[in-house]
């Protein structure tokens, strides 16, 4: 029986406060102070696709052709070299009757060598032309977003949002081509640099 009494009143209790929460709520935010409900209002709002922008940069084309030709750069390098150990591989062979064992033995190695300290060149250089690329790729993403805070101070919006958290939007508000432009204006003269120690 006390039980029953213990449910009856957890019952109670649980009804009582849905009924009384919403209007203390709403109380609460009839009694909250002007300011903090200024703050949170919220006017003007854009859409930029930040994607878009990155993607259809002229920095970004820049960067890839730069990196594009030094990626041929380096080719061209390792394909004259590969030509070479490859010529260093059949010497090699075609000497193996007239060594000695020992030092037949020590000229593969020496070869062997050679071709490990090449692919540990090649590995750095791919590493250096990759993060070349994210790091310049970091950099215009950083400008882009400059570009969109200064955009909203200048038209005053209390809110700019990534295309892709809005589903429907009216093409006006939409700042993107107003921010690919401006990226292309300060990126004209982009460069990238690439370590090659």
Avoid: C, W
């Avoid at 007239?98 to 090449?118: D, G, K, W």
Wanted: aromatic share 6%; net charge negative; proline share 1%.
């Amino acid at each position: 029986m006390l039980a029953n009494h213990f449910r009856f009143l957890l019952a109670s209790t649980l009804l009582v406060s849905m009924f009384y929460l919403p209007n203390n709520v709403l109380n609460a935010q009839e009694k909250a102070p002007v300011e903090l409900q200024d703050t949170y209002n919220v006017g003007r709002v854009a859409i930029v696709n930040i994607e878009r922008v990155l993607r259809d940069a002229m920095a970004t084309e820049r960067v890839r052709l730069l990196l594009d030709n030094k990626r041929e750069e380096f080719q061209n390098d390792f394909a004259t070299r590969e030509a070479s150990l490859l010529q260093i591989e059949k010497d090699l062979q075609s000497k193996r009757t007239l060594l000695s064992e020992e030092a037949y033995r020590a000229e593969v190695n020496q070869f062997q060598n050679e071709v490990a300290s090449i692919q540990k060149e090649i590995q750095f250089k791919r590493q250096a032309l990759d993060k070349a690329f994210q790091e310049a790729q970091d950099e215009i993403r950083s400008l882009a977003l400059e570009i969109v805070a200064e955009v909203a101070a200048s038209q005053r919006l209390d809110l700019v949002l990534n295309k892709n958290a809005a589903l429907v939007f009216r093409q006006d508000i939409n700042v993107t081509d107003a921010v690919i432009a401006e990226l292309n204006e300060r990126t004209k003269n982009a460069r990238l640099e690439i370590q090659e120690e």
